[in-house]
């Protein structure tokens, strides 16, 4: 059965540090999002990527943050200067389409920022 | 903005037993309601969903109802099993792109 999958599974950073977290989401889906998950607390949307742009975007996603598809397969959330509490789990996910109501996650990145 | 509460922070129960979980939110409803289990460490995984015009789905020994009077969702294990400890998230679509917002989720303990 496809799925997501992430790459690396933990990642240590120094703050101030760029981060890229990379993402191959299922080969036939359109529709791409990143979600962060500090421990503990609830799964908080990031942003949305459809049609080689950013569809929509929380308040979270700020300057620091950008997204990227590189080519036909990799998704990537890039971290321009790391701060402590950007540390979290991030999970891509991605979805079929815009009519599609089940969104299909992978296995998430531990980013931990000292 | 549209809210989600899961009440129960965690819930044990006996193996054996039937599990019931409650999702909460407070503004509009939505079309339809997820519901996803997360285990530790790892992303969430789709369960079921559920239409607003949709009084109950079931899958398996799942089964959820869907209240948009009450504004409500109940999430049903029967004959729960220890296999089925996780956390359980409610997640409701939070935007045009369909973008999840999430509950911050019921921790299941099953004990044999």
């Known amino acids: 059965e496809p799925e997501v999958t992430q790459t690396p599974s933990h990642q240590v950073t120094q703050m101030g540090q760029e981060v890229i977290l990379r993402c191959v989401p299922i080969?036939?889906?359109?529709?791409f999002y990143w979600y962060r998950q500090i421990l503990g607390q609830k799964v908080e949307f990031l942003v949305s990527?459809?049609?080689?742009?950013?569809?929509?975007k929380s308040e979270i996603f700020d300057d620091q943050f950008s997204v990227e598809r590189p080519d036909g397969s990799n998704f990537t959330l890039k971290i321009r200067s790391t701060k402590l509490e950007d540390s979290a789990m991030y999970f891509c996910?991605?979805?079929?389409?815009?009519?599609?109501?089940?969104?299909?996650f992978g296995p998430g990145t531990r980013l931990l920022v000292l | 903005s549209q809210k989600i509460e899961q009440n129960s922070e965690a819930l044990n129960i006996q193996e054996g037993k039937t599990a019931t979980l409650t999702c909460n939110y407070t503004?509009?409803?939505?079309?339809?309601l997820q519901w996803y289990r997360q285990d530790p460490g790892r992303g969430p995984v789709f369960l079921l969903l559920?239409?607003?015009?949709?009084k109950e789905k079931r899958k398996e020994r799942l089964k959820v109802t869907f209240d948009t009077t009450l504004k409500q969702s109940l999430f049903h294990i029967t004959a729960s099993q220890p296999a089925d400890s996780a956390t359980y998230l409610c997640?409701?679509?939070?935007?045009?792109?369909?973008?999840?917002?999430f509950g911050k989720g019921t921790k299941l303990s099953v004990k044999p």
């Open positions: 080969s036939n889906h359109l529709y």
């Open positions: 503004n509009y409803s939505p079309a339809y």
């Open positions: 996910a991605s979805k079929t389409s815009g009519g599609a109501e089940t969104q299909y």
């Open positions: 990527f459809y049609n080689n742009e950013i569809s929509e």
């Open positions: 997640a409701l679509v939070g935007g045009s792109q369909g973008n999840l917002i």
């Open positions: 559920i239409r607003e015009n949709e």
